[in-house]
């Protein structure tokens, strides 16, 4: 069988899919195997359908594919919704009366395994998920010592009954799937063992554990809850502040308090949250207290897809907030990225007491990858608290626009935040002289930060005379598609830093001959930035806006129709 | 009398001459001057509005931030450094309006906060709309044929979300607000307290006659520690009740909570962050 393999697991919600994800990606990255998975969700708790997709490859791999190599079935109507993406090579595995007639009947390999009847054997149907990652491991061939270790630890605070009857569940699995004989060809590499595996969500929430973080609140809303519940199972240990905010407004004015008393504190939302924040957006802007916001994107308006992905609110983030003011946005691609800028956002935030906003979307947060582990000597967590003196100006007029910060008790001056139009410190006033001072000192700050700006980063040939231009989660996609089309005329320009747009944008876009944006939203927000900031217009753009994550193909077909 | 917390030079306020904001700029300055407090360790979380700018006449820190925001503001302070003494101060729009859905939570979670409410029932800096707390039929240009909602009652709110200390004041009794401010500052949890004033600008029908002629203090026999008797006294409106309507300290503040000060007491700026531990975190993955 082929070196890249996509396993896809349809059933209902409610039924564990999740749990077989974790398990199965766990045991293919520790046995050698490069992995990356990712979910779509229906917004309900129980029933529908939902399919989860498992990738294994011989080459590094970060992206959805379209095609389906190995589908299991866990309920009755799991196929119809993805029928479109089977092929006559895809094998279908699950009992028989889940599996359509016109299915059976179809040019389909189908392989009739029991799943419900082995998990009755066990003890009941609870068992059907752990069966079904010891199928999947089985097919892998994976040491079946591994499998049962990792099901002890699973299953450690559950007692010795329930572990043994998932231990008996899991090896019935692994014979089946023996059993079946697929001859699975993927290459393991050694390196990959030593490899650590992570969501989205967890490198934001690692991210800012080495930023420093030990404040966050939030208001509960998919998908970006996932970081402040990361956040709160260390928060002992790592001493985080966590509170869950009774509304988005509440939860972006009490970050303000935390950093004016000196925590470093951030919050996460979504869409509809963050459009409650911007109010407090534009508060943190005036009062210069340092603000990150992790904001994973879904597709709206309003409640729009809720469960469901794009990159819909860039435009959200740029323009958040009444007045005018400097501020900050990253949009990681990747989980290395996604740590690095996350731990970066709080030392800026600090530094040039700014908000700071880490665009994600619901794809980039539910996926699962592994990484090559990251040396944290690297990190430095600033600090740029000052202790005040008895004549402190809490805004005082500097070359570089950023007034240092005190925080009550550390020094012999008071700490006077306003967010009225105020004078060095913090009195209102409204004076049209100071008035003016104090928005061009605030507005020099982004000027300031211009120093430190993160490059554009081009993969693929040096020599191209096609750019492709992406931002955020759409970098596997555009980076796995570039690798296959192996095209010595063309290369990818992520961008990681969306605003300011990087220093070397102008540079690396006026270079190609033909410029091509991709994004997941259906206006181009970020082609239009450019085209703000820089005058240059893409002439094809490739978007989608379905709630759904380009896949591989999709790109790589519409790629070579611009050829 | 001047207190620490006076300026060397007085500020010019923006409140109209016999404003009741005066008196409670005074007593409260005055106040947490006697409870020898450090305006070091004392930050005023103050929204918008003529009471939230109390925060600019008071030499101290300060955080005056948005309409209605004091509180979750004050949250954050307070959680981050439990030393700080914090009070969310405001008017009763800013606290019971804008800010309704925090005054709920705030008080669920028993933060040790002073939260003040300069409330006289009528919008100042807004030029004389209606208030959650205006009493009905009162008449202003935007509610030309009268209020016809129920006025909010903080006190009645207050004490059923399980306030910790639910008080009344009146600026127009300068002595008994200062013993009030004071066993608010003192006790431990989140504490209320409610200051009748009058607006002499906007508020004609609720003036100090009204305000003098509306109420009485408790008397020394009242249990304040009854919560079904306060709850009957927050209920009284022909004559409100002023004193400290309900106390309780025996609920665990939310700071006395939190997990992060169990085994460690200092505040979130002393502390470092061991870089080492989060790369086991995530080589355990």
Same mark, same amino acid.
């Given at each position: 069988?082929?070196?890249?393999? =996509?396993?896809?697991? +349809? ?5 564990? %899919? ?18 990356? +998975?990712?979910?779509?969700?229906? $917004? ?12 294994? *490859? ?23 919704? %993805? ?32 799943? *419900?009847?082995?998990?009755?054997? /066990? ?6 998920? /752990? ?5 999947? *491991? ?12 990792? %099901? ?46 992570? =969501?989205?969500?967890? =490198? ?11 404040? %966050? ?6 998908? *970006? ?224 930060? $211009?120093?430190? +700006? ?110 | ?96 309006? #804008? ?45 030309? !044929? ?36 004071? #066993? ?65 300290? #025996? ?24 870089? !080492? ?9």
């Amino acid at each position: 069988m082929k070196n890249d393999i =996509s396993i896809v697991l +349809s059933g209902e919600a409610g039924q564990g %899919i999740r749990t077989v994800e974790l398990l199965m990606i766990k045991a293919l990255k520790n046995s050698g195997y490069n992995v990356f +998975s990712t979910a779509e969700l229906m $917004s309900r708790v129980r029933g529908g359908n939902n399919t989860t997709e498992i990738r294994v *490859s011989n080459e590094r791999i970060e992206a959805y594919v379209d095609k389906i190599d190995i589908l299991i079935v866990l309920s009755k109507n799991a196929i119809f919704r %993805i029928e479109n993406r089977l092929t006559r090579d895809t094998i279908i595995i699950g009992q028989n009366n889940f599996i359509e007639e016109k299915y059976i009947n179809g040019h389909y390999k189908i392989k009739d395994v029991a799943i *419900s009847s082995l998990a009755k054997e /066990v003890g009941g149907l609870i068992y059907s998920n /752990v069966i079904t990652y010891g199928l999947l *491991s089985g097919i892998f061939d994976i040491n079946l010592n591994l499998i049962k270790e990792s %099901i002890t630890r699973h299953f450690s605070t559950k007692g010795k009954e329930i572990t043994d009857n998932n231990i008996n569940a899991v090896i019935k699995g692994f014979k089946k799937g023996k059993e079946l004989k697929l001859g699975i060809q993927v290459e393991k590499d050694e390196i990959i063992k030593n490899q650590v595996l992570l =969501s989205g969500t967890e =490198s934001i929430g690692i991210g800012a554990l080495a930023g420093g973080c030990n404040f %966050i609140t939030a208001y509960p809303m998919s998908p *970006s809850t996932g970081v402040i519940q990361f956040l709160a199972r260390h928060s002992e240990e790592f001493g985080v502040v966590i509170e869950q905010a009774e509304d988005e407004i509440s939860a972006i004015n009490m970050i303000q308090g935390a950093w004016y008393a000196g925590a470093r504190a951030m919050t996460t939302t979504s869409g509809g949250g963050f459009a409650l924040m911007e109010e407090g957006i534009s508060n943190a802007a005036i009062t210069e207290v340092p603000i990150v916001i992790h904001l994973a994107q879904r597709p709206g308006p309003s409640t729009g897809l809720p469960t469901r992905t794009e990159q819909g609110d860039l435009n959200l983030a740029l323009y958040a907030g009444h007045g005018e003011f400097p501020r900050i946005i990253f949009a990681p691609g990747n989980f290395t990225d996604g740590i690095y800028l996350t731990q970066k956002a709080f030392n800026l935030a600090d530094k040039f007491q700014v908000p700071v906003i880490i665009l994600t979307d619901q794809f980039y947060i539910d996926s699962f990858q592994s990484i090559k582990s990251i040396d944290f000597t690297d990190f430095k967590v600033e600090n740029f608290v000052t202790r005040t003196d008895k004549d402190y100006k809490r805004y005082k007029n500097t070359d570089d626009g950023i007034s240092p910060r005190g925080i009550p008790m550390q020094g012999d001056g008071f700490v006077r935040f306003d967010s009225h139009e105020h004078d060095e410190d913090g009195f209102i006033t409204e004076d049209p002289d100071i008035r003016t001072k104090m928005v061009d000192k605030r507005l020099k700050k982004l000027e300031s930060y $211009s120093k430190e +700006s993160i490059d554009a980063e081009i993969i693929g040939s040096k020599n191209y005379k096609t750019l492709i231009v992406g931002w955020g989660s759409t970098y596997g996609v555009i980076k796995e598609a570039i690798e296959k089309l192996n095209d010595n005329d063309l290369a990818f320009a992520y961008f990681k830093q969306v605003y300011p747009l990087p220093n070397n944008t102008k540079e690396i876009l006026s270079k190609a001959k033909e410029l091509i944006i991709i994004e997941n939203n259906a206006t181009s927000q970020f082609g239009q930035l450019i085209k703000r900031y820089t005058g240059m217009e893409f002439t094809n753009r490739i978007l989608k806006y379905n709630g759904m994550p380009f896949s591989l193909e999709e790109i790589i077909e519409k790629l070579k129709g611009m050829q | 009398m001047t207190t620490i917390f006076d300026f060397d030079q007085i500020p010019e306020t923006s409140w109209c001459p016999g404003c009741g904001n005066f008196a409670i700029l005074k007593v409260l300055k005055e106040a947490l001057g006697e409870l020898n407090i450090d305006p070091k360790n004392l930050v005023i979380s103050a929204g918008i509005g003529q009471a939230a700018k109390i925060s600019q006449y008071i030499n101290a820190n300060c955080f005056n931030g948005l309409h209605g925001r004091a509180l979750p503001v004050a949250t954050g302070i307070k959680a981050s450094n439990p030393d700080l003494i914090v009070v969310a101060e405001g008017g009763d729009g800013d606290m019971y309006g #804008e800010g309704g859905n925090h005054f709920i939570h705030a008080i669920r979670r028993n933060i040790d906060i002073v939260n003040i409410v300069h409330n006289n029932m009528v919008y100042g800096l807004t030029l004389g709309q209606a208030s959650p707390t205006s009493r009905k039929e009162f008449k202003t240009p935007l509610q030309l !044929e009268g209020v016809s909602s129920e006025p909010f009652n903080p006190i009645a709110v207050a004490i059923s979300l399980g306030a910790s200390f639910v008080a009344r004041a009146f600026s127009g009794d300068m002595k008994q607000m200062k013993e009030i401010l004071k #066993e608010a500052v003192k006790h431990k949890g989140y504490a209320l307290v409610d200051i009748f004033h009058p607006c002499v600008s906007f508020n004609k029908i609720n003036n100090f006659k009204w305000f003098k002629d509306n109420t009485y203090y408790l008397n020394e026999n009242y249990d304040n520690t009854d919560k079904m008797e306060a709850l009957k006294k927050a209920f009284e409106t022909d004559k409100f009740p002023l004193g400290v309507i309900y106390t309780n300290g #025996e609920n665990k503040t939310f700071e006395e909570n939190l997990i992060t000060y169990k085994n460690d007491k200092r505040p979130l700026y002393k502390r470092e962050v061991n870089l !080492e531990k989060i790369e086991k975190l995530l080589a355990s993955n």
